[in-house]
């Protein structure tokens, strides 16, 4: 996913109602990326802030998602997040059967996090 390597996050947007997450971003060059995740189940970004600089956005392993998460699963179970379910495998099942994919964002600077998303598609403009 190199187009966004260096890129600085303009803005995002995130449409519950249509489920999907577009981020705008620019690149050194100065042309417009625009990120769109579409079908999200569920995401959580940390360090949101102004001019935020992307390093990577990688596919991660459904599997580990639970491990590398666990501490923000264990601490919103008890509020239904991202969903209701008795038993983590619960979670990573419906995930599977879903065919949702493990997005991980980093940053050079700023915002990073995760998108539970069915894909991503990645548009350049101008």
Do not use: R, T
């Not at 947007?13 to 990120?35: G, H, L, R």
């Not at 590398?68 to 995930?95: C, T």
């Not at 964002?105 to 069915?118: E, P, Q, V």
């Amino acid at each position: 996913m190199s187009k966004i390597h260096d890129c600085k996050i303009l803005n995002y947007q995130i449409d519950f109602e249509y489920s999907k997450i577009d981020m705008k971003v620019e690149n050194e060059q100065e042309k417009q990326v625009k990120i769109l995740f579409k079908d999200f189940f569920a995401f959580h970004f940390e360090n949101q802030l102004s001019g935020s600089i992307l390093f990577d956005i990688v596919e991660g392993d459904v599997d580990s998602f639970a491990l590398e998460n666990k501490e923000l699963l264990d601490k919103e179970k008890d509020y239904l997040w991202p969903m209701d379910y008795e038993y983590v495998e619960d979670l990573i099942n419906y995930i599977k059967e879903n065919s949702y994919h493990y997005y991980k964002i980093y940053a050079s600077y700023g915002l990073n996090g995760w998108i539970l998303s069915k894909g991503v598609i990645f548009e350049e403009n101008g």
